[in-house]
């Protein structure tokens, strides 16, 4: 595109579009990702319903079946989001919310899912519009939490109904939902911008220019390519590990969250009340803290091969957290589980201190930049080996 054209987007326009693509994507990405996060947390819904005592497990041999899923769940996550584009996005999302659906055991296929979605959003969205937008989709995964509970207890009625127990019945009834939804996304998700149904070619094209605009270090066609030097260069900025053992650490306290939430309201006995309002407390911290991770380190990486390998990176790192975190919570430390929320607590203090170290680093770094200090590392450069650099330009401004 050419420059003037940077500058005569029509706003009006602009709004339209941005309209209609939060109109068919948001609500149906979201409920995509309530379904999956329902479904996964369903293990401790079932705990309350005799899933131990039928499967006869014993001791910590829940907390050991939560961790040997996570071990599978994070396999795929960084291959998945790298070849990314060789698949057809939109389908692969529709595709692996029927296969959970049909079969429950293919629920652990669902690790490919959040990257998917988050890089998704990125091929629609501006940097500035992301955070929002992914704010909708981790806002989905908190009330799954909050309409899962009340499902559950509903579905709970059906114990012994035609000789299945409760948590049988919970798997059988959630399953349906995610093969509709999947079939229909199938058919009403777009793949990319250039081949997105509802919008007319002219508002296409001005995706194509918003994108420009907002990151030109992205506007290069080689930037869309999966390069072996952006795997690598991912790799080894330090950024990037921050910011997974960032989401590392947030993601310990959602899936102890998650999975042990109706075992400790249980335990509380007469205090549930109480219980119940810590909770939402609770709730609206350890989501926001592994949003704004994975949101901020998106935004700062316009090339694709360096932000699909650190978001498989981060979100594999993240997601592994799930193999320790039941054990924070053994079953012998019922009813005040001291030891849980007390790393818990010190995690988010951690969480903090790194958020600090990365925001002072980049605030930092384009200082340097503004004031011409970096410079030197684009002497002899044509313009577009300087956009070939991505963040590591002196041109490059993180957005902090």
Not at 83 to 104: D, E, Q, T, V, Y
Not at 182 to 194: H, M, N, Q, T
Not at 315 to 338: C, E, F, R
Not at 373 to 378: A, G, H, T, V
Request: hydrophobic share 45%; charged share 15%.
């Amino acid at each position: 595109m050419h420059d003037e054209a940077l500058t005569t987007v029509n706003k009006a326009a602009e709004k339209v579009v941005l309209r209609k693509l939060d109109w068919h994507i948001l609500p149906l990405i979201t409920l995509i990702y309530i379904l999956a996060f329902l479904d996964r947390a369903n293990i401790g819904n079932g705990r309350l319903y005799g899933l131990e005592k039928d499967l006869g497990l014993n001791g910590n041999q829940f907390q050991t079946a939560i961790s040997v899923f996570f071990a599978t769940y994070v396999a795929c996550e960084v291959p998945s989001t790298i070849f990314l584009k060789k698949l057809r996005p939109a389908r692969f999302i529709s595709g692996i919310a029927m296969l959970w659906g049909i079969i429950r055991d293919f629920h652990r296929l669902e690790g490919p899912l959040f990257p998917y979605l988050i890089i998704y959003l990125t091929f629609f969205y501006t940097r500035k519009e992301l955070a929002v937008r992914f704010g909708y989709v981790v806002l989905g995964g908190a009330l799954s939490g909050a309409f899962g509970g009340l499902l559950a207890y509903g579905i709970g009625h059906l114990d012994g109904r035609h000789g299945f127990r409760a948590w049988r019945w919970l798997l059988l009834i959630e399953g349906p939902p995610s093969v509709a939804l999947g079939g229909f996304g199938w058919f009403f998700l777009a793949d990319s911008p250039e081949s997105a149904w509802y919008l007319s070619p002219t508002q296409r094209e001005l995706l194509v220019i918003r994108g420009t605009r907002d990151q030109r270090e992205a506007s290069n066609p080689s930037a869309n390519i999966l390069h072996r030097s952006d795997v690598l260069a991912a790799i080894k900025d330090w950024k990037i590990w921050a910011f997974s053992v960032l989401n590392f650490l947030a993601d310990i306290q959602i899936f102890t969250y998650a999975y042990f939430l109706p075992t400790i309201i249980k335990a509380a006995g007469n205090n549930v009340a109480a219980q119940y309002v810590g909770c939402f407390f609770i709730a609206s911290g350890i989501y926001i803290v592994s949003g704004i991770a994975v949101v901020w380190m998106l935004s700062n990486l316009p090339r694709y091969g360096k932000r699909s390998t650190a978001v498989g990176m981060q979100l594999m790192i993240g997601t592994s957290a799930g193999i320790p975190a039941p054990y924070l919570y053994p079953t012998s430390d019922t009813p005040k589980y001291i030891m849980g929320h007390s790393v818990t607590i010190g995690l988010l203090a951690l969480c903090a201190m790194i958020n600090g170290v990365l925001w002072s680093s980049m605030v930092d770094t384009n200082k340097k930049r503004a004031a011409g200090k970096e410079d030197w590392k684009i002497s002899g450069l044509t313009e577009e080996e300087i956009d070939e650099l991505g963040d590591r330009s002196p041109r490059y401004i993180y957005a902090t």
